[in-house]
């Protein structure tokens, strides 16, 4: 792919900072006029909660190639598989980990190409068996509060699907698990406006076993299309996606490898990234309803504590931070607490980030700011703090509006919603 950057628009916003040391406004769908909104590639092919806008790595990638600059590109959050796509696109490795096994099902599904004709074959095959197979209750998964988000029919016609899916052939399982659990979401008795788990105020209507089946069928053909257009890209890079948490060290990525590190870590007191992927998890038998809460503790911004957590030592001196979170923990104990966790979290993550990081290697973190029990949280520049800290420079500060992020929801009076992300350029010298 031709970059349509030559460097010199990230050279001089740069130069900007440098000379000013304020953030800069910058809307990056507008910098990235060539990429029009809506449909791209493959990254529709699943929704997932707080997806990165694709403008924001496809500048830097093409910014930071021109110079000459590539290679292997990490996300550690890679939720959806948002900067793995647009790596092997723009002809990268890229490397992938998140702690959440759909998030790892959507990325290994999203970064590889099909064969139409086989992939064609297997979904006939899935279908004129869907139609014939039952199952009995006995076989259904362990789905979180189950009778309650799914109608029996609909949970008849999930079961037919799943039961063919688990006799297909290997080649194409991950497709169509993925597009199972698509299906799964918008069959459940559930406000789809929001990504977690709520009843709407209109009571859903009935759906019938046979509108499932041929839902899940329009979900794979349309799917399928999604694909194709990844398969057309010439010198097409190649994807790993590790089911890994971000603060550990990964065995298989060595010490200085990676040339950019391009992340959409999670926002502090706004995640509810395994609630909010809870039924696909049950309906996948990745997670049932006893599991959901050790893969929660793995998920940094986590707000359910356990006692290990709730302390503020170890918390990086940055800044004033801690004296914020004293101040914090005068009004809300558990706020201050999940803030602590945050930050060691994000400390532990940022270097595992440095580790596998080369010198010169580039670091791109786009985060939010919070208001915590009233009181403003920067937490975008404390974190740059501990990146400091940790090692990285910083070259660029930006901020631009966030149009939608659908887990930015204003909660309790003590979390607000984040109307600017950052986007912040760092090294690692
Ligand atoms: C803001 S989302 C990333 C969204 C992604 N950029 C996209 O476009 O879909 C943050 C992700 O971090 C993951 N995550 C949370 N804690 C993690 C950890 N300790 N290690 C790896 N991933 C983690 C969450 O599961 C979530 O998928």
């Known amino acids: 792919m031709n970059p349509n950057f030559d460097g010199s628009l990230l050279k ?45 790595p496809i500048f830097f990638l093409e910014s930071l190639n021109a110079e000459g600059r590539g290679g292997i590109v990490l996300d550690p959050f890679c939720g959806s598989g948002t900067v793995g796509l647009e790596a092997i696109i723009h002809g990268r490795k890229a490397v992938l980990y998140d702690t959440n096994p759909l998030a790892c099902l959507i990325s290994k599904v999203k970064t590889k190409t099909i064969n139409e004709l086989g992939i064609q074959n297997d979904l006939e095959k899935i279908m004129s068996n869907a139609w014939q197979v039952k199952a009995s209750r006995d076989e259904r998964p362990n789905v979180v509060n189950r009778d309650y988000w799914f109608q029996e029919s609909v949970q008849n016609g999930l079961m037919s699907i799943r039961k063919s899916i688990s006799d297909a052939g290997e080649d194409n399982k991950d497709f169509f698990w993925m597009c199972f659990s698509s299906c799964c979401h918008k069959v459940s008795n559930t406000d789809k406006r929001l990504s977690v788990p709520v009843k709407p105020r209109v009571p859903p209507k009935a759906i019938p076993k046979k509108q499932v089946i041929e839902l899940f069928s329009e979900i794979c053909t349309q799917n399928i299309k999604r694909m194709l257009t990844v398969g057309e890209v010439q010198a097409l890079g190649e994807c790993h996606v590790y089911n890994q948490d971000s603060r550990r060290n990964n065995p298989d990525v060595l010490d200085g490898s990676v040339d950019v590190v391009i992340t959409s870590p999670p926002y502090a007191g706004a995640q509810k990234y395994i609630r909010s992927s809870s039924l696909s998890l049950g309906w996948l038998g990745m997670a049932g309803s006893g599991e959901l809460r050790p893969l929660e503790k793995k998920t940094v911004g986590r707000e359910h504590l356990i006692i290990s957590d709730r302390t503020m030592d170890g918390v990086p001196e940055v800044d004033g931070l801690i004296d914020n979170i004293n101040e914090i923990f005068k009004s809300n104990a558990e706020r201050a607490y999940i803030i602590s966790c945050y930050m060691k979290d994000m400390n532990e993550s940022l ?79």
């Not at 953030?23 to 590639?41: A, M, T, W």
């Not at 699943?46 to 403008?55: G, R």
């Open 12 to 56: 001089d916003l740069e130069a900007r900072y440098m000379r000013e040391k304020v953030p800069i406004n910058v809307s990056f769908r507008n910098l990235v006029g060539h990429v029009k909104g809506g449909e791209r590639y493959a990254h529709y092919i699943h929704s997932y909660p707080a997806k990165l806008l694709p403008h924001i």
């Open 351 to 429: 270097a595992e980030m440095f580790r596998v990081l080369k010198r010169g290697g580039d670091l791109i973190l786009i985060m939010g700011d919070n208001t915590v029990v009233g009181k403003p949280f920067s937490t975008a520049k404390y974190v740059v703090r501990i990146a400091e800290k940790v090692g990285f420079v910083v070259r660029l500060f930006t901020s631009d509006r966030i149009v939608s992020r659908s887990l930015m929801t204003k909660r309790n009076g003590s979390v607000e919603a984040i109307a600017h992300e950052h986007v912040i350029w760092m090294k690692k010298i």
